[in-house]
């Protein structure tokens, strides 16, 4: 069984976080400047050194140094010397950086179809009438055997069900052609934050966030200063990265230490405007990804961010210092005190507000999953670098690395927009072909094929536009295909997908 972790420390006591415990998650709050990100820092490092592979986002650009051994940094010597730490030594930790833009790390890219509607309503921002428009189109997708990979498959396939609407009425319900507009403009300002390289192949592995070097789990660091631009966007991201967890992950039940811990930074951003179906589903995903042996570290500023249903299973608590300047402060530190287990000793309504730097009110799950009482200590300083590396460092460390080279070039095999692009080129050639079939009649029927009966058998009647014919040629094609098996995930709709 894996050693207890030293995480904070006072003058009478040393508090550890039990390894086998990690997996009842766990939560650091605390408002802006007050040491959330060092705690954050100094958790991975813990974790790293057992073995266990952890995943954190990098949202100011400062937890690279995590690689690097730390030293020099004057607050950390006197940190060590005030606490005591026998044996304390300066070490860096191996790492995997990641970035969706691909600039920072290693691209991380989701398959539209992988993503599902749900998720992605939620990044585009859809209303509900909008959001089941979308989710038909999945459906319609999902039944003729369509792959949506990147957006360029969910245009094209936009665009087929919106132009084909009728043919689609009588099986799959009306289709909006407002709402199919509303969904094409979402995409374009997606687009615009260059929402599009996060879709695509190859996808992400997840086995690749769960691996070890030399004996210590690495630590994968996520770039998400750019991504944090949109943070609708990044929250989906990270939820879909946690649903992939719990996808994949087989049964692992209570193990001596986790297979993977997910700290979830600025945490409050993946409950705002939240809709219920989506609460939903992320209370299910924590609840049940504990038998995974995943570990998840929710990190905001304030415990009321988080809903109670996800708060009532966050056994692990590191409350650093808020702030009272109004009546909702107040009253955001008063539940705060009252989500831990009391310690007679202390007021901790009137501590959470006096709290320094670096100090926070601590208390971990026992042996026996049961909160310990909270204590008043300072966090164990980190022993990597406080701060980023080098833009020279991080490209050595990323050319370096165990993924070096898997995800670094897109794929673009064949799925919906080639197919219904193929389709189309095909229907448009047939098209031609027919109106100049019945234009060579026409000219061998001579004077005969005028007047009235011509006008009947088409010489000067209506002739079916070449649209027209692509359209219900495409229509016919996809409705006789075989439907291929597609990957959806537990959040890849709101009936829980498909795998």
Known sequence: MADPLLIAKNAHTELFLLPQMANRHGLITGATGTGKTVTLQTLAEQFSAIGVPCFLSDVKGDLSGISQPGGGNAKVEERVAMLGLEGFAHEGYPVTFWDPFGEAGHPVRATVS????????????????????LNLVFKIADDNGLLLLDLKD???????????????????????AASIGAIQRGLLTLESQGGDKIFGEPMLNIDDLMQTE?????????????????????????????????????????????????????????????????????????????????????????????????????????????????????????????????????????????????????????????????????????????????????????????????????????????????????????????????????AAAGPAGGGVLGTVLGGGGRRESAVEALAKSAARAIGSQVGRSLVRGILGSLLGGKR
């Open 114 to 133: 992988d993503m599902g509607p749900l998720l992605l309503a939620r990044i585009l921002d859809l209303n509900e009438t909008q959001a089941g428009v």
């Open 154 to 176: 969910l245009r094209s396939m936009l665009a087929f069900v919106g132009e084909n609407a009728k043919s689609f009425t009588t099986e799959y319900g009306n289709v909006s």
């Open 214 to 442: 030399r004996g210590r789990g690495v630590v994968n660091i996520l770039a998400a200063d750019k991504l944090m631009q949109s943070p609708k966007l990044y929250a989906t991201l990270l939820l879909w990265l946690l649903a992939e967890l719990f996808e994949n992950l087989p049964e692992a039940g209570d193990l001596d230490k986790p297979k993977l811990v997910f700290f979830f930074d600025e945490a409050h951003l993946l409950f705002n405007d939240a809709p219920p179906a989506l609460v939903e589903k992320i209370e299910q995903v924590v609840r049940l990804i504990r038998s995974k042996g995943v570990g998840v570290f929710f990190v905001t500023q304030n415990p009321a961010d988080v809903p109670d249903r996800v708060l009532s299973q966050l056994g692990n608590r590191v409350q650093h210092a808020l702030r009272a300047f109004s009546p909702r402060d107040q009253k955001a530190v008063k539940a705060a005190a009252e989500t831990m287990r009391d310690n007679p000793a202390l007021d901790e309504a009137a501590v959470i507000t006096e709290l320094g730097v670096g100090e926070a009110l601590v208390s971990f799950l026992d042996a026996k999953g049961r909160p310990n009482v909270v204590e008043r200590a300072f966090i164990v300083p980190p022993r990597g670098q406080i701060g980023p590396i080098p833009d020279a460092r991080r490209r050595q460390l990323m050319q370096s690395s165990l993924v070096a080279g898997v995800y670094d070039k897109p794929v673009d095999r064949e799925s919906a927009h080639e197919i219904l692009k193929a389709r189309a080129e095909q229907a448009a050639q047939a098209a031609t072909a027919q109106a100049e079939a019945k234009q060579q009649a026409k």
